[in-house]
């Protein structure tokens, strides 16, 4: 009962993007809606982060664009509210990787992760192609982590491949791994995929990009994200799990108003310490948040 009753734990937003298609190259933008194609700074975010009492962020890079990841860093040498950077490295070309990763850990150790969108890539099974298999090895070496885009049942199996091959690569699955939301899932390949990834200790996943489709009530959107959810808090289990906002993306679905409430309500049964390291706890263990950014 004495940790029902204490004070809740810090909330991180594990998820969270910054882009200038001025600055860096976005070609999954082009063309898309206008309501997130521009750019977006942290200042934008701010007065929904403090609305809902978010502490910090993690910024992902939304672009394979080196320039992309310096407006990261820029933007968290100017607001302590960047915990951590995600940032990117051409894991195709081993030699520019291992350059980058010591840079990143000798100069920017505000970088806590790499993330590619290996799901514009036009192999889905580019992740298993032997230099992309070098430049994550020398990923693993780091000590930083890896986020993975899988918005494909191939994405999921090539990340259980990379598991076996590099057991101590600290994995996180993004948006659960894009698990069907029109549905209880259970028909889908995700449903054991998924599972079979939680299998590795070191695989996590964020609790973010979840968008049922249609029309409704905010309680049928809780319906229809609920399985996959309660799915990932079984197989993965709260410790390794970890919120995520995905703004600016959310803009299209209602951004923070309808997620935060969203999210909040898949965690209410949860108890307190287990509400506390999905809101936060286990993406600071995760990116070692609580590490000096510089």
Same mark, same amino acid.
């Given at each position: 009962?004495?940790?029902?009753?204490?004070?809740?734990?810090?909330?991180?937003?594990?998820?969270?993007?910054?882009?200038?298609?001025?600055?860096?190259?976005?070609?999954?933008?082009?063309?898309?809606?206008?309501?997130?194609?521009?750019?977006?700074?942290?200042?934008?975010?701010?007065?929904?982060?403090?609305?809902?009492?978010?502490?910090?962020?993690?910024?992902?890079?939304?672009?394979?664009?080196?320039?992309?990841?310096?407006?990261?860093?820029?933007?968290?040498?100017?607001?302590?509210?960047?915990?951590?950077?995600?940032?990117?490295?051409?894991?195709?070309?081993?030699?520019?990787?291992?350059?980058?990763?010591?840079?990143?850990?000798?100069?920017?150790?505000?970088?806590?992760?790499?993330?590619?969108?290996?799901?514009?890539?036009?192999?889905?099974?580019?992740?298993?192609?032997?230099?992309?298999?070098?430049?994550?090895?020398?990923?693993?070496?780091?000590?930083?982590?890896? #986020? *993975? !885009? @899988?918005?494909?049942?191939?994405?999921? =199996? +090539?990340?259980?491949?990379? $598991?076996? /091959?590099? %057991?101590?690569? &600290?994995?996180?699955?993004?948006?659960?791994?894009?698990?069907?939301?029109?549905?209880?899932?259970?028909?889908?390949?995700?449903? #054991? *995929? !998924? @599972?079979?990834?939680?299998?590795?200790? =070191? +695989?996590?996943?964020?609790? $973010?990009? /979840?968008? %049922?489709?249609? &029309?409704?009530?905010?309680?049928?959107?809780?319906?229809?994200?609920?399985?996959?959810?309660?799915?990932?808090?079984?197989?993965?289990?709260?410790?390794?799990?970890?919120?995520?906002?995905?703004?600016?993306?959310?803009?299209?679905?209602?951004?923070? %108003?309808?997620?935060?409430?969203?999210?909040?309500?898949?965690?209410?049964?949860?108890?307190?310490?287990?509400?506390?390291?999905?809101?936060?706890?286990?993406?600071?263990?995760?990116?070692?948040?609580?590490?000096?950014?510089?």
């Amino acid at each position: 009962m004495g940790n029902e009753q204490r004070e809740p734990g810090p909330v991180v937003d594990a998820h969270l993007h910054v882009w200038d298609p001025a600055l860096a190259s976005y070609p999954w933008l082009v063309g898309g809606p206008p309501v997130i194609n521009r750019a977006f700074a942290l200042d934008d975010a701010v007065p929904d982060l403090e609305a809902a009492g978010v502490d910090s962020v993690v910024l992902v890079q939304s672009a394979d664009d080196v320039a992309d990841t310096e407006l990261m860093l820029e933007c968290a040498r100017k607001d302590a509210r960047v915990a951590g950077v995600v940032a990117y490295a051409p894991l195709q070309d081993p030699e520019e990787t291992g350059r980058l990763l010591d840079r990143y850990r000798s100069a920017e150790p505000v970088v806590r992760g790499i993330r590619v969108l290996v799901h514009e890539q036009p192999d889905p099974w580019w992740l298993l192609r032997d230099e992309v298999i070098e430049g994550l090895t020398a990923l693993s070496r780091s000590g930083l982590t890896f #986020d *993975l !885009v @899988a918005v494909l049942p191939e994405h999921l =199996r +090539a990340a259980l491949r990379v $598991s076996e /091959l590099l %057991p101590d690569l &600290p994995l996180v699955l993004d948006h659960l791994g894009h698990p069907p939301l029109d549905g209880d899932g259970r028909q889908g390949e995700w449903w #054991d *995929l !998924v @599972a079979a990834v939680a299998r590795n200790p =070191r +695989a996590h996943a964020k609790v $973010s990009g /979840l968008y %049922p489709g249609g &029309p409704g009530e905010p309680s049928e959107a809780v319906a229809r994200v609920r399985p996959s959810v309660e799915h990932a808090l079984d197989v993965f289990g709260p410790a390794r799990l970890m919120y995520g906002g995905d703004w600016p993306i959310s803009l299209l679905h209602g951004g923070y %108003p309808a997620t935060w409430p969203l999210a909040t309500e898949l965690l209410s049964g949860l108890s307190r310490p287990e509400r506390d390291d999905v809101l936060g706890g286990t993406a600071t263990r995760f990116y070692r948040l609580d590490e000096p950014r510089r």
